[in-house]
């Protein structure tokens, strides 16, 4: 391989930027502070405190009876490890963006027959599609993205979750990673069976854990299999959490620390506050993307975490997210790539407020002359 990277040396020397991406986002002080402490060893009672205190807080948090596991990975890592757990043969994927391809072409790598249902990006899935699909095959699981990050498309999981109920062998696994935290759902309720997401999105914490609910049934099914995945196993993940209230493998403790102290402020705030807090923001994005530009999904389902802007004044998309974060060290991301110019994305989540998000909104107007 011929490599034309070249290293460009880390300085530490660099202006502070608030963060408006679609994750990485905005980190507290106080989370950023808990991560310096000295280091303990993972088979320490100690981590069992850690760890037992942080899987029971998120099952609180995200008001499921469901099991969790917190993962020393990226959110990709269960794209993997869901696929594997339980999908034999067949899976069904509804394509409407970059990340749920993506999901697919996952399966795929890992020899799965995945069945596409394709929408244009930008459009939202339609549950009568998932339920004309699964009346003509049998799959063994629905993999779906919640929040098309490439798009700003909210897709409809609780609907399709609703009718999934009269599939009880197929298994719902539903990526969430841009959203949870910042978007409630009833997690049994829509039958769901893995709900996934990474803490540097609306759980605003800093990138490195990867958290995933897992259905009894879901659960079950691994202990028949052989083809689990080994990393990422439900069973081994979560007997080891039975047996000894520890990962299987040596975490990434700084990050759980982190994790600790932000899903307190969590709980404090609430799910339901944290959900009306994200929809305010939402609510005002979209008006302002309304007044001064065009909305990129399709109506009535634009997500509550990232709002894709259509670019209908056909400003120079990539000069003004460099101006707004030359001038006001705002960073914003530009559309999803072959969206770059066309859309530009603002990620409203974990800590952000109305009024932070006025802030940004008032240097793009300044930036790009509204
Ligand atoms: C919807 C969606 N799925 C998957 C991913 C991949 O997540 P990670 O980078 O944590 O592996 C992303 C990242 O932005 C995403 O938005």
């Known amino acids: 391989m011929v490599s034309v990277t070249k290293k460009s040396e880390y300085t530490g020397d660099y202006p502070e930027k608030t963060l408006y991406l679609p994750g990485p986002t905005e980190v507290r002080e106080d989370v950023i502070d808990a991560m310096a402490e000295p280091m303990f060893g993972h088979r320490m ?10 899987v029971e807080d ?61 929408y244009d990006w930008g459009q939202a899935v339609k549950p009568e599609d998932i339920r004309d699909a699964l009346e003509a095959d049998d799959y063994d699981a629905v993999g779906m993205v919640m929040n098309e990050t490439s798009t700003g498309v909210r897709n409809p999981v609780e609907e399709v979750g609703d009718l ?71 069973q081994r993940c979560l007997d080891y959490y039975d047996r000894k209230g520890q990962t299987h493998s040596t975490p990434a403790i700084p990050i759980m620390l982190a994790y600790r102290k932000q899903m307190k402020h969590m709980l404090e705030e609430g799910h339901k506050a944290r959900d009306q807090r994200h929809r305010e923001m939402a609510e005002y994005t979209r008006e302002w993307a309304r007044d001064h530009f065009g909305l990129f999904p ?14 209908t004044q056909g400003i120079d998309v990539a000069a003004t997210v460099e101006e707004v974060s030359q001038q006001y060290d705002f960073v914003f991301s530009s559309g999803y790539g072959d969206l770059s110019e066309e859309s530009f994305r603002i990620g409203h989540m974990g800590e952000h407020t109305v009024e932070s998000i006025k802030e940004l909104t008032d240097a793009i107007e300044d930036v790009a002359d509204l």
């Open 164 to 234: 999934l109920g009269d599939y009880p062998d197929t298994y719902f696994i539903v990526d969430a990673i841009s959203c949870l935290g910042g978007d409630f759902v009833d997690i049994e309720g829509s039958n769901i069976d893995a709900i996934f997401t990474s803490t540097q999105k609306a759980f605003a914490m800093p990138p490195g854990l990867a958290v995933c609910t897992v259905s009894d049934a879901a659960y079950e099914r691994e202990l028949e299999k052989d083809s689990a995945s080994w990393y990422g196993g439900f």
């Open 45 to 54: 009672d100690r981590m069992t405190d850690l760890y037992t205190t942080i």
């Open 298 to 311: 399709e109506e009535g389902y634009e997500s509550q975490t990232v709002t894709c802007v259509e670019n």
């Open 58 to 118: 998120t099952k609180e948090f995200l008001d499921t009876d469901q099991e969790v596991i917190v993962l020393t990975a990226s959110g990709t890592e269960f794209w993997e490890a869901t696929t594997m757990n339980l999908v034999d043969e067949k899976m069904l994927v509804p394509t409407s963006g970059a990340f749920s391809e993506r999901q697919a072409n996952v399966a795929e790598r890992l020899g799965k027959t995945v069945d596409r249902v394709e």
